[in-house]
C-alpha cells in the first residue's frame, strides 16, 4: 500500500551568485556588454524525492552538502531557482528555534505570538496552553521576558512552542540535543506520538545511531546532490565509509571567479562522480540494495579501509557450528585471521569486533586494545579469537570486525566490515532490554522493626 504524498520536491536547484568582491558585483550589474564577473555555486542539483503521510525521513551529509538550504525551501524560507516544492498541511519546523520571537516579551506572550504566527486563533492557543508549559519545564519563568533566559531555557519553550501546534509536517533540524537526558527522552517519545498520528517528520541530523533508530527511510546528500536514498542502516554505513575515505579537503565545489576563463562557456556543473567512489567510479544503481535483501544474502553492509584484504577467514562459531542462531547463553567464537603488513604499525594495533542490532546500535564490544595486548611483526600473520556469551534477548543481530590505528585519539581503520556475519539469538523464555548481565539476586526476610 502507497502513503499518500505529504511533501514532493520535484527536480529543485538552488544556485547561487559568487563574487570574488564588492566591486565585481557592481561591475557585472553595470556592464553594458553583460559580462559576467561572477562564478556559479549549485547549493542544491537536481534534486527529486517524496515523502508519505506518517513517515519519518531523515537526510545526513557533510557540512555544506545542502541539508540546510533543502530543508529552506520546503518550509518556504528560500525559494529554489528551479524546481518546484509542494507540501500539503500546516509546517511546524524547528530549523532556527526561537524564530518569531520577541525577546522584549515573557515567555507566555511569545507562546501566542507564536501561536498567531502558526495561524492559531486564541482559543486555540488556550486550549495548547498548559501543555506548551508542562513540555518546556522552565517554571516561573514563564512569566519573565525572554531575553533574561539562559540558552536552554529559551530553547526548551521554543521547541515546545514547535511542537505542540498539531503540525502535519514537522522539520527538525539538528536540535535534539536541546536539554538534558530527561527532555531528550520526552522529546523521542513525542515524535514516536507524532508518528503515531501520522504526522510526517524530516529529519536532519549527524548522529547514526538516531537516524538507524528514529527512521524509516534516510537520504545522502554530497555536494547539493542525493548520492543514495533508502535503508538507513545501509545508507549510513555508506556514509561512514564516505567520510572515513574522503581526503578532499573542500567540502563544496565553489571555485573562485576565473579571469581567464573563456568567454561565452558557463560555469561547470557539480559533478560528484569523482568524490562519492565505489571501487573507482560512482556508486552504480544497481547496487543499492536494501538493508534486508544484504541480510538475506549475507553481503557485508560496508567494507572499506586503508588495507582492505588484510582479515582472512573469518569464522563465527556455536557449539562447534557455524553460527546462524543460538540461545544469550551459547559460547560464541568470533575468530578471523590478520595477515602482516609493513604499513602496520603494531604498537597502536588494535583488533575488534562489535555485535550490533539491526538498528546498527553496538551492543557488544571489545578490542585487544581494551586488553593491552601488545602484537609483534612475526610469521606471516595473526589468527584472533574471542569467547563470549551474547547473554542479548530475542532478535536478530550482525557482527562487525575492523582492524584500528589507535595512534591518535581518532580511531582510524586498516580495515573495517560491517555485516561480516548475521544471526538470530532465541530463547523460549521472554526477555526485556537488550542485554541480559549476569547479575545476583539476594533477598531477605525483615521484620517489622527493619
Given amino acids: 500500500m502507497k502513503l499518500k504524498k505529504k511533501i514532493i520536491i520535484d527536480n529543485v536547484s538552488k544556485i547561487y551568485k559568487m563574487y570574488n568582491s564588492p566591486t565585481d558585483r557592481l561591475k557585472e550589474a553595470f556592464s553594458v556588454t553583460r559580462r559576467e564577473f561572477h562564478s ?16 519519518i525521513v531523515g537526510i545526513m551529509g557533510r557540512n555544506g552538502a545542502g541539508k540546510s ?46 501561536g498567531t504566527i ?43 512552542c514547535a511542537i505542540n501546534v498539531e503540525p502535519e509536517v514537522l522539520i527538525v533540524d539538528e536540535i535534539l540535543s536541546v536539554g538534558d537526558i530527561r527532555f531528550q527522552a520526552k522529546c523521542f517519545n513525542k515524535f514516536k506520538e507524532f508518528k503515531q498520528k501520522g504526522v510526517t517528520i524530516l529529519y536532519v541530523g549527524h548522529d547514526i545511531s538516531t537516524m538507524r533508530t528514529f527512521c524509516d527511510r534516510c ?21 561512514v565509509e564516505f567520510m572515513y575515505l574522503d581526503e578532499i579537503a573542500d567540502f563544496t565545489e565553489y571555485k573562485a571567479y576565473s579571469r581567464d576563463k573563456q568567454e561565452g562557456v558557463p560555469a561547470d556543473k557539480i559533478d560528484i562522480s569523482s568524490l562519492v567512489v565505489e571501487n573507482g567510479s560512482i556508486i552504480p544503481e544497481g547496487k543499492k540494495a536494501e538493508n534486508a535483501e544484504r541480510i538475506q544474502s549475507g553481503k557485508p553492509l560496508a567494507h572499506w579501509g586503508r588495507k582492505v584484504g ?22 560464541v567464537v568470533v575468530s578471523f585471521t590478520v595477515n602482516n603488513d609493513k604499513e602496520i604499525d603494531y604498537e597502536y ?22 586488553d593491552e595486548i601488545k602484537l609483534r611483526k612475526q610469521g606471516e600473520g595473526h589468527r584472533f579469537e574471542f569467547k563470549f556469551q551474547p547473554r542479548l534477548t530475542n532478535g536478530e543481530y550482525y557482527l562487525v570486525i575492523a582492524l584500528e590505528d589507535r595512534k591518535n585519539t581518532a580511531i582510524s581503520y586498516y580495515e573495517y566490515i560491517e555485516g561480516a556475519k548475521y544471526f538470530k539469538v532465541f530463547q523460549d523464555k521472554a526477555f526485556f532490554g537488550q542485554f541480559l548481565p549476569d547479575i545476583d539476586i539476594t533477598v531477605k526476610e525483615v521484620s517489622g522493626n527493619e
Fill in 69 to 114: 538550504t533543502l530543508l529552506k525551501i520546503i518550509t518556504g524560507i528560500l525559494t529554489p531557482t528551479f524546481g518546484s516544492v509542494s507540501v500539503s498541511g500546516r509546517i511546524s519546523s524547528l530549523l532556527e528555534l526561537g524564530a518569531g520571537f520577541n525577546v522584549e516579551y515573557t515567555g507566555l506572550e511569545n507562546i501566542y505570538f507564536y
Fill in 118 to 160: 502558526m495561524g492559531l486563533s486564541r482559543q486555540e492557543i488556550n486550549q495548547k496552553l498548559k501543555d506548551i508549559i508542562d513540555f518546556a519545564e522552565i517554571g516561573d519563568y514563564i512569566h519573565q521576558p525572554v531575553k533574561t533566559y539562559s540558552s536552554g531555557m529559551f530553547a526548551r519553550l521554543a521547541f515546545s
Fill in 219 to 239: 537520504i545522502w546528500l554530497n555536494n547539493g546532490r542525493i548520492v543514495d536514498m533508502g535503508d538507513p542502516t545501509y545508507i549510513s554505513a555508506k556514509y
Fill in 310 to 331: 588484510l582479515i582472512k577467514n573469518i569464522k563465527v562459531m556455536a557449539n562447534d557450528k557455524e553460527l546462524v542462531s543460538c540461545s544469550p547463553f551459547d559460547e
Fill in 40 to 55: 556559479e555555486f549549485y547549493a542544491l542539483s537536481n534534486i527529486s524525492f517524496d515523502v508519505g503521510v506518517g513517515e
Fill in 349 to 370: 594495533f588494535s583488533a575488534a569486533f562489535s555485535i550490533k542490532n539491526r538498528e546498527g546500535i553496538d551492543l557488544i564490544v571489545k578490542t585487544t586494545y581494551d
